[in-house]
């Protein structure tokens, strides 16, 4: 085969290369967008609704597009002292849930990366099979502890709750990145001088920014989402969080204000959903490095 015959076969195969790529990517490109749409939906149609007044959602066919648009339902739940009073007792049990499992996790992980005691694999094993139970068979066991410690109708009972439900992952990602940080730092550090504690948070913590990055999204997610700890072990309305009490206030046996209800849900998850655009990658950061480190 001639020099010039072999030029244009390898071109001829590179385009053929290059139609198949467009071709592949092409279709990976339509299921993607299906997939896309098929998840977005109900956000659309929450803010659609938002923005009907409720004698215009009960027509039929529906109205797939708000055509005559209106902010009343955001004025009034912004106007609304009640939906103020979830907004700040969500944001106060998922901070301080936040807190307390990166506290507690960090402590915990340590410990079962670097002590070696009687019974650590059984508690490793622990927590590794709570992840397994739902949280539903929960409640009532842990209802009757808060129970007996006087902690039902407090936002106190909340935070304990939604750590209780991130911890378990939280410390077993957290052991993962101590396994990977090299003891030959503590033992350096240790020969200068310092302490333990002081080793861990000046040393080793930010080393683990990743990781902790990673439990307190996770933690403040839960949280912020709860709805089953929320509505169980809290009934006092003024304790009331963002997704029990909108279900309670907005959607009645007889009546239903769905205007309102996706209104103030739309309120709700927007600034979490603008928050978590910008820290998203810290979260897949940390599990991503997480889940590759002995």
Wanted: proline share 3%; glycine share 6%; hydrophobic share 50%.
């Amino acid at each position: 085969m001639s020099a010039v015959n072999r030029v244009r076969l390898i071109k001829t195969m590179r385009a053929e290369n290059k139609k198949a790529y467009r071709q592949n990517n092409g279709f990976l490109y339509v299921i993607l967008g299906v997939v896309l749409l098929f998840l977005l939906f109900p956000v659309y149609w929450i803010l659609v609704t938002s923005l009907h007044n409720n004698s215009e959602l009960m027509q039929l066919p529906p109205k797939w597009f708000p055509l005559h648009a209106t902010l009343a339902s955001y004025t009034e739940i912004l106007k609304s002292a009640v939906f103020l009073t979830f907004y700040k007792n969500t944001l106060l049990v998922a901070s301080g849930a936040t807190i307390l499992c990166i506290i507690v996790s960090i402590f915990a992980g340590y410990a079962l990366s670097r002590f070696q005691f009687k019974g650590s694999n059984l508690l490793t094993l622990l927590f590794l099979s709570a992840q397994m139970f739902p949280t539903v068979t929960l409640v009532i066991g842990l209802y009757s502890q808060y129970q007996a410690l006087h902690l039902l109708n407090t936002l106190y009972v909340l935070i304990l709750a939604s750590t209780s439900t991130s911890l378990p992952f939280s410390i077993m990602l957290m052991r993962t990145f101590f396994n990977g940080i090299s003891k030959e730092l503590e033992e350096a550090a240790e020969i200068d001088g310092a302490s333990r504690f002081k080793t861990l948070f000046m040393i080793i913590v930010p080393l683990s920014k990743p990781g902790i990055m990673a439990i307190g999204i996770y933690t403040f997610l839960i949280a912020w989402d709860d709805f089953l700890f929320g509505l169980t072990l809290v009934s006092d309305i003024g304790k009331r969080t963002l997704s029990p009490g909108l279900s309670l206030t907005y959607l009645g046996e007889y009546a239903a204000n769905w205007s309102g209800a996706t209104a103030a849900a739309a309120a709700a998850t927007l600034p979490l959903l603008i928050a978590f655009m910008f820290l998203q990658r810290y979260m897949v950061e940390g599990l991503t490095a997480g889940g590759v480190k002995e």
